[in-house]
Nanobody
């Protein structure tokens, strides 16, 4: 069974940095586009950044220049380096990926359970 597990969240002061990680496990043929989403209290989940299998990047305007997404396909991992954090970045951050499990010929979309990032002012 394919699973995504995030780590690296925590409490940080404004202006500080955190690095989130996500690791995929289970039997799979391939991992395609990988993404980070976030959901702040009382708000809808929103896309933070994405990276395709060939390395094409996309960032939300609110994190551009502060966050960097990268992946390591040999480790089946996804990371998000977050710098110059602001209190408005406080949210649960979710890893998301399109993965073809060995139980299917078609990719499916998977979510991790999330990791909480809290930025104090």
């Amino acid at each position: 069974q394919v699973q995504l597990v995030e780590s690296g969240g925590g409490l940080v002061q404004g202006g500080g940095s955190l690095r989130l990680s996500c690791t995929a496990s289970g039997s799979m043929f391939g991992i395609y586009t990988m993404r980070w989403y976030r959901q702040a209290p009382g708000k809808q989940r929103e896309l933070v950044a994405s990276i395709t299998k060939d390395g094409s990047l996309n960032y939300a305007d609110f994190v551009r220049g502060r966050f960097t997404i990268y992946r390591d396909d040999t480790q089946k991992s996804l990371s998000l380096q977050m710098n110059n954090l602001e209190p408005e970045d406080t949210a649960v951050y979710y890893c998301n990926a399109d993965i073809t499990p060995t139980t299917s010929w078609h990719p499916a979309n998977y979510w991790g359970k999330g990791t909480l990032v809290t930025v104090s002012s």
